[in-house]
């Protein structure tokens, strides 16, 4: 069956500029995580969404980053005034329920120049 | 403040020889935990979980992990280890009372030499 799907796979963007990031849980699934994963850390929890709230925005790192779902389905990140800093690569994930296995996506590799 | 530590950033072995990958957290008193490898170029891919039950969990690829409360710790094994278990490995943590937020660990790189 299909897992979960990323998009774009690649993005370099000029400081400054805004991006969206998509993500595509497994049908079904009812929860969604993203994550940054930064070269050479560990994986940052960004935000989870359950349905279409999202009941922890903790891990946002900054208020340029905002993230909603519509549908119980489709996710987009969005960064807004990128910075150097923000390049990473941003992983989403879903699992059946928030205390479940999370299946991760391929990620999209965010370069700000 | 909740936390996961891996402490070996990078292990080498042997190909045929035995791998213990550690894995310590502080977060919360009924934790769930998984490990997750990343292959380069590669998604990350579960392993195992230990959600409750039996202590020693069977994953895929030969590996095997024990929780151990009293230690906090959840190391993942494997008794002989094979050229492509190359990777990085992730040990992540969450807790069944918040269920809101997932813990990774900063990960152990492997490297397996013939």
């Known amino acids: 069956g299909a897992g979960v799907s990323q998009s774009p796979s690649n993005k370099v963007t000029e400081k400054g500029k805004d991006v969206e990031l998509r993500c595509d849980p497994i049908?079904?699934?009812?929860?969604l995580y993203w994550y940054r994963q930064s070269l050479g850390q560990g994986l940052e929890f960004l935000i989870y969404?359950?349905?279409?709230?999202?009941?922890?925005k903790s891990g946002l790192p900054s208020d340029r980053f905002s993230a909603e779902r519509t549908g119980g389905s489709v996710s987009t990140l969005t960064i807004q005034r990128t910075q150097q800093e923000d390049s990473a690569v941003y992983l989403c994930a879903s699992s059946l329920a928030v205390v479940e296995t999370q299946y991760f996506g391929p990620g999209t590799r965010l370069l700000v120049l | 403040a909740q936390s996961v530590t891996q402490p070996d950033i990078h292990i080498t072995v042997s190909e045929g020889a035995s791998l213990e990958l550690r894995c310590n957290y502080s977060y919360g008193a009924t934790p769930y935990l998984f490990w997750y490898v990343q292959s380069p170029g590669q998604g990350l891919q579960l392993l195992l979980k230990y959600f409750s039950g039996d202590t020693l969990v069977q994953g895929i690829k030969g590996f095997e992990a024990e929780f151990k409360r009293s230690q906090s710790s959840f190391n993942l094994r494997k008794p002989s280890v094979h050229w492509s278990d190359a990777a990085e490995y992730f040990c992540?943590?969450?807790?069944?009372?918040?269920?809101?937020?997932?813990?990774f660990g900063t990960g152990t790189s492997l490297t397996v030499i013939p």
């Open positions: 992540a943590v969450g807790d069944w009372n918040t269920g809101n937020q997932f813990y």
């Open positions: 969404f359950q349905g279409n709230s999202a009941p922890d």
């Open positions: 049908s079904g699934h009812t929860a």
